[in-house]
C-alpha cells in the first residue's frame, strides 16, 4: 500500500520529466516539424547539455578531490607509520644518556652495565608490543622453518637434531618468520642428520 502511495506521488515528477522533444516527436514526424518546433528542440537540447556538461565537470572535481584525500592520507600513514614504536623505543634512549652521564664516577662500569641492560629490556619490550618475538632455540628440536644450522658437533648427552648452541638469535614478526636462528645442532656417529634436515626443509617450503 505505501508502495503504491510512493509510486502515485511520484508520478507528477515523472510527468515532468516528459520533456517537449518527447511530446512533439510522438505527436510529429520529423519532417513535419515546423521551425518553432525546431527552436524549442535545439533550446531543449542545449539545456540539457550544459545541465549534464555541469554535472560531469562536478563529478570529476569530486573524484579529484577523493584521489587528492588518499594520496594524503596514505603519505601521512607512511610518514607516520612507525610512530608509535619510535615513542615505546625512546625510554631506552634515555636510559643510555643517563648511563652515559654517570660513566665519569667510580661506578662507571656497575653504570653503564646497569644502563645497556635497561636499554634491552625496554628495547625488547617496546619490539615485543610491535609484534615481535624471539624464535626458541637452545635446548629445541632443529626446525628449518625457523632455525639455520651453520654446523654440527657430536653430543651424546642429547638427542640428534637438538640445537646446543645459538649463535644469533631468530626473531617472528607478527607469526612471520623475520630472521632464522643461527644455530649449532648435535648429531650421532650412526645417524645422517644432513639428510634429515634436508628432508624437514622440504617439508618447511610445501607448508
Known amino acids: ?47 540539457s547539455s550544459e545541465r549534464n556538461y555541469d554535472l560531469y565537470l562536478r563529478s570529476q572535481a569530486e573524484i579529484e578531490n577523493i584521489r587528492k584525500r588518499n594520496k594524503k592520507e596514505k603519505e601521512d600513514w607512511l610518514k607516520y607509520a612507525n610512530e608509535t614504536l619510535i615513542k615505546n623505543i625512546l625510554p631506552s634512549l634515555d636510559n643510555l644518556e643517563k648511563a652515559l652521564e654517570h660513566a665519569d664516577n667510580e661506578n662507571a662500569i656497575h653504570a653503564l652495565r646497569e644502563g645497556i641492560e635497561l636499554t634491552l629490556k625496554g628495547l625488547k619490550d617496546a619490539l615485543s608490543k610491535s609484534g615481535l618475538s624471539e624464535v626458541c632455540a637452545l635446548g629445541e628440536p632443529f626446525d628449518p622453518c625457523y632455525h639455520e644450522a651453520v654446523s ?32 649449532v645442532v648435535s648429531k650421532s656417529g650412526s645417524s645422517s642428520p644432513a639428510d634429515q634436515d634436508e628432508s624437514r626443509a622440504r617439508a618447511c617450503e610445501k607448508n
Open 1 to 47: 500500500m505505501a508502495k503504491e502511495k510512493n509510486d502515485a506521488a511520484d508520478q507528477p515528477e515523472k510527468d515532468k520529466d516528459r520533456t517537449l522533444s518527447e511530446s512533439v516527436l510522438n505527436e510529429k514526424a520529423p519532417e513535419d516539424l515546423s521551425k518553432e518546433d525546431l527552436l524549442s528542440l535545439y533550446s531543449e537540447a542545449k539545456e
Open 152 to 183: 654440527q658437533i657430536q653430543d651424546d648427552q642429547v638427542k640428534p637434531g637438538t640445537i646446543v648452541e645459538e649463535l644469533q638469535r631468530g626473531y617472528v614478526l607478527n607469526d612471520r618468520l623475520i630472521r632464522p636462528a643461527v644455530v
